[in-house]
């Protein structure tokens, strides 16, 4: 079992996701031949590291209806029925059911809802630190990765292109830069 002892200036307390310093992003292959990224822009969480760090939980919602590729029209199909049926699944969820030690790094295992299907998801997670802010506060950074199938929320439509392959790739990276606030009494 891990200590505090060994995370360098580890913070117990619970942190509020700082939406405007993080980052919730993914990249899924386009036309068998490169990726595209996109980012939600609204999302929340909370995250409350324990004196036992694999005690520590993890909560997050995401608003469905922010996400950004860069492209309106893009945006506006992955919004459809085709793909999160936005107008009846409005948020993503993710809530941790553990946390461990993998060396130097953590493992943050947890349940994802996508489309009101829930699955479990591992996400490798690096500690990036924590500190002091301007403001007299304290900050936390992580940042985290896991890759999921998007059939397997749902989101299961075919694209198939002449010659081959498929316009959309099922497997979808996550990609996540998170600054905590902690909470002050």
Not at 5 to 27: E, K, L, M, N, R
Not at 118 to 145: H, I, Q
Request: proline share 3%; no cysteine.
């Amino acid at each position: 079992m891990a200590s505090t002892t060994q995370i360098p200036g580890y913070v117990v307390g619970t942190w509020d996701i700082d939406a405007s310093h993080s980052t919730v992003g993914f990249a899924v292959r386009h036309m068998m031949v490169s990726k595209v990224r996109g980012y939600f822009r609204e999302f929340s969480g909370v995250i409350v590291t324990a004196e036992d760090p694999s005690q520590s939980t993890v909560t997050a919602t995401v608003d469905m209806d922010s996400i950004d590729t860069r492209q309106e029209q893009r945006d506006a199909h992955i919004k459809s029925a085709d793909f999160f049926d936005v107008g009846n699944h409005t948020v993503m969820e993710f809530r941790s059911t553990g946390v461990r030690n993998k060396g130097e790094d953590w493992v943050v295992e947890g349940d994802l809802t996508i489309k009101g299907i829930t699955k479990p998801v591992t996400l490798d997670l690096e500690l990036n630190g924590f500190g002091p802010d301007a403001y007299g506060g304290t900050r936390a950074g992580f940042s985290g990765k896991t890759s999921i199938s998007r059939k397997e929320y749902g989101v299961d439509i075919d694209m198939p292109m002449d010659g081959g392959g498929v316009v959309v790739g099922d497997k979808i990276e996550v990609e996540l830069e998170i600054e905590g606030v902690l909470r002050t009494a």
